[in-house]
């Protein structure tokens, strides 16, 4: 493919990238909506599309530091939203994971966040939403595609 198109469609995406954070999905409004600090958010939605992990590797992922890691962790398993247990492969190593009742906590978060970017295309002409939901499976379909 042509350097020159590879770079427009970069540049145009990152673009849309940040038109899209700012006109729809704010991450401040995001995390408005959920009942916990940012950071106990992210170590969730974190073992949601990671599966059970290290803790260490998820501070790692994440950008927190260990000792700023223990209070996290600490606070979810009081709330019962994580579980940490020994590696059977490795008994000086904890994994941790998302509990039922987490995901029945990122059930309803989800859903309150739905409505609210529900409420913020409501406005939207029939043929709008038509193109809209058309362009989302598409990009959706291709973007699925980067490794």
Same mark, same amino acid.
């Given at each position: 493919?042509?350097?020159?198109?590879? @770079?427009?469609?970069?540049?145009?995406?990152?673009?849309?990238?940040?038109?899209?954070?700012?006109?729809?999905?704010?991450?401040?409004?995001?995390?408005?909506?959920?009942?916990?600090?940012?950071?106990?958010?992210?170590?969730?939605?974190?073992?949601?599309?990671?599966?059970?992990?290290?803790?260490?590797?998820?501070?790692?992922?994440?950008?927190?530091?260990?000792?700023?890691?223990?209070?996290?962790?600490?606070?979810?398993?009081?709330?019962?939203?994580?579980?940490?247990?020994?590696?059977?492969?490795? @008994? @000086?190593?904890?994994?941790?994971?998302?509990?039922?009742?987490?995901?029945?906590?990122?059930?309803?978060?989800?859903?309150?966040?739905?409505?609210?970017?529900?409420?913020?295309?409501?406005?939207?002409?029939?043929?709008?939403?038509?193109?809209?939901?058309?362009?989302?499976?598409?990009?959706? @379909?291709?973007?699925?595609?980067?490794?």
């Amino acid at each position: 493919m042509d350097i020159n198109k590879l @770079r427009k469609i970069s540049n145009d995406l990152y673009h849309f990238i940040f038109f899209f954070s700012r006109k729809i999905f704010h991450s401040e409004e995001i995390m408005k909506q959920f009942p916990l600090p940012p950071s106990h958010v992210k170590l969730i939605i974190y073992l949601k599309h990671h599966g059970p992990s290290y803790i260490t590797e998820a501070a790692a992922h994440l950008i927190i530091s260990k000792p700023n890691m223990t209070p996290i962790v600490d606070n979810l398993l009081a709330d019962e939203l994580i579980q940490r247990y020994t590696d059977a492969n490795d @008994r @000086r190593k904890t994994l941790i994971s998302l509990t039922d009742k987490a995901q029945v906590f990122l059930e309803e978060q989800e859903n309150k966040i739905k409505e609210v970017l529900a409420e913020k295309i409501s406005s939207f002409s029939e043929e709008d939403l038509e193109a809209l939901s058309m362009h989302i499976e598409g990009i959706t @379909r291709i973007m699925a595609k980067i490794e």
